[in-house]
Nanobody, 116 residues
Framework: QVQLVESGGGLVQPGGSLTLSCAGSGSIFTMYVMGWYRQAPGKQRELVAS???????NYADSVKGRFTISRDNAQNTVYLHMNSLKPEDTAVYYCNARQTILVNYWGQGTQVTVSS
């Protein structure tokens, strides 16, 4: 079983930057598609970015050009680099590991708040 732990959330000003980390353990990390999701109050959870084992990436239109997902398989860690942050980026961000279409693992979430 895979365990995921997010870190790096916090309070930032609009236009600022923040990097989230997701550390995984317990299984073969390099095989999984990794993703970052977020959920704002009153809204459904949405995919922010994903990265395959071959490092092909995908981004939500709302963050494309501002966010970058990366992975360091040697460190069993996935990152979300966030630049030019906007108030609408405020949400709880969750790390996801997709082993198969039927098997997914989730972190506990980390709060990102963008405000003056």
């Amino acid at each position: 079983q895979v365990q995921l732990v997010e870190s790096g959330g916090g309070l930032v000003q609009p236009g600022g930057s923040l990097t989230l980390s997701c550390a995984g353990s317990g299984s073969i990390f390099t095989m999984y598609v990794m993703g970052w999701y977020r959920q704002a109050p009153g809204k459904q959870r949405e995919l922010v970015a994903s990265i395959t084992s071959g490092e092909r990436t995908n981004y939500a239109d709302s963050v494309k050009g501002r966010f970058t997902i990366s992975r360091d398989n040697a460190q069993n860690t996935v990152y979300l680099h966030m630049n030019s942050l906007k108030p609408e980026d405020t949400a709880v961000y969750y790390c996801n590991a997709r082993q198969t279409i039927l098997v997914n693992y989730w972190g506990q979430g980390t709060q990102v708040t963008v405000s003056s």
